[in-house]
């Protein structure tokens, strides 16, 4: 199940995000950089206010990367459930020292570590932070006028992180500048949370938060992911979405002289998916076919792949993890083998759930 997290100024914003769904109510002052600090006191009336029912996370600020000074911000927000913690850009050993410091603290307090992917992350301190009590990671971004979280960073690095982090048992979110297309490519992900403060407001970033963007997040983000475990032919027909003659290199093929060189690969995908309603306008109510162009691409950025057969069961267990698809066929073509086009198709459905 993945959560919401709303950045709010304080507990008259903390009170909008809550009726429009929020999860977790995160305090932050967007006016003051990516990570600007609220002060103690602001915490201390979000907290009153919320009164527990739902968990409040407090940044530290947007900070110089020294022990102390980190250190000093974390112990003045330990009465929020979460103080979350930008590892801004600084050297290895000056993030090591910070995180270091925060050892001790960290056996009190819930603390987050975020990332930014505009800010030379360095994904190898995943261990490290588990190793030394971080409750999570995120990923977020400190530039918040050159791009999306989707632009800094692919999918597939997206998916490594969230993969890495969970692992060593680290709750997992990611934000930055998230837009409506970007939460159901986001969600195949599968983070613990989706962190929003732009998208939650009307106007500017650091404008009152509104009630209605808010919902509208809500409504983007699913419930649950249906499982993909068993897939079998199934019948019956919905409306079509599809992705057509999609080309792109890839590392495949069995044999030797196929390894260490890519190839044109096509893919055609068409997935039946529940009758679209009359009177649909938002994203909420779709399948998105970014989710599909974005699953061929992970494909092609792993690395080596022997067979077609393995890249179409895995793109049909894909697109059908999302429950309003009920059937998918996806075609494999190589183009450089020989005279013709070679390759597989194969139709999958979601087994019937027991009764
Ligand atoms: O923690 C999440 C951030 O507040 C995200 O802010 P943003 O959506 O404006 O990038």
Redesign the pocket.
Same mark, same amino acid.
């Given at each position: 199940m993945i959560r919401l @997290? %709303?950045?709010v100024t304080g507990p008259e914003e903390a009170e909008i995000v809550i009726e429009g769904g929020a999860d977790f109510v =995160?305090l &932050?002052d967007?006016s003051r950089g %990516?990570?600007g600090a609220v002060s103690p006191s602001v915490l201390e009336a979000t907290l009153r206010a919320v009164a527990g029912r739902r968990p409040v996370s407090a940044?530290a600020g947007d900070l110089p990367m020294q022990p102390d000074v980190v250190r000093r911000a974390v112990e003045a927000r330990r009465a929020a459930d979460y103080v979350?913690i930008g590892l801004f850009p600084a050297s290895r050993e000056e993030r090591l020292a910070v995180i270091a410091a925060l050892r001790e603290p960290a056996s009190r307090t819930r603390l987050i570590a975020?990332f930014f992917a505009d800010g030379d992350p360095d994904f190898t301190l995943l261990p490290v932070l588990a190793e030394a009590g971080f409750a999570g990671a995120?990923i =977020?971004?400190i530039g &918040?006028s050159s791009g999306? @979280?989707l632009k800094q960073l692919s999918l597939a690095a997206l998916g490594d992180f969230v993969a890495t982090a969970r692992n060593l048992g680290l709750l997992t979110?990611l934000?930055?500048? @998230?837009e409506p297309p970007d939460v159901p490519r986001l969600a195949v992900l599968e983070p613990d949370y989706l962190?929003?403060?732009?998208? @939650?407001t009307a106007g500017p970033?650091d404008g009152p938060v509104d009630l209605g963007a808010v919902r509208a997040i809500r409504a983007l983000i699913p419930a649950e992911t249906a499982s993909n475990s068993h897939s079998v032919p199934a019948a019956g027909r919905g409306d079509l979405i599809f992705v057509r003659d999609f080309t792109l290199p890839m590392e495949i093929g069995a044999y030797g002289h196929e390894r260490g060189r890519a190839q044109q690969v096509r893919f055609s995908v068409e997935a039946e998916i529940d009758p679209i309603v009359a009177g649909v306008r938002t994203m909420a109510e779709i399948y998105s076919y970014d989710v599909i162009i974005d699953a061929i691409r992970s494909l092609a950025e792993r690395g080596h792949t022997d067979l077609v057969e393995t890249l179409a069961l895995e793109l049909a267990d894909t697109v059908l993890a999302d429950a309003r698809v009920r059937e998918v066929t996806v075609r494999v073509e190589k183009l450089e083998l020989g005279p013709a086009a070679v390759g597989i198709a194969v139709t999958r459905g979601r087994a019937a759930s027991a009764p």
């Open positions: @997290l %709303a950045s =995160d &932050k967007p %990516a990570l940044v979350k975020v995120m =977020d971004t &918040k999306r @979280l979110g934000a930055g500048s @998230l962190g929003f403060r732009g998208a @939650l970033r």
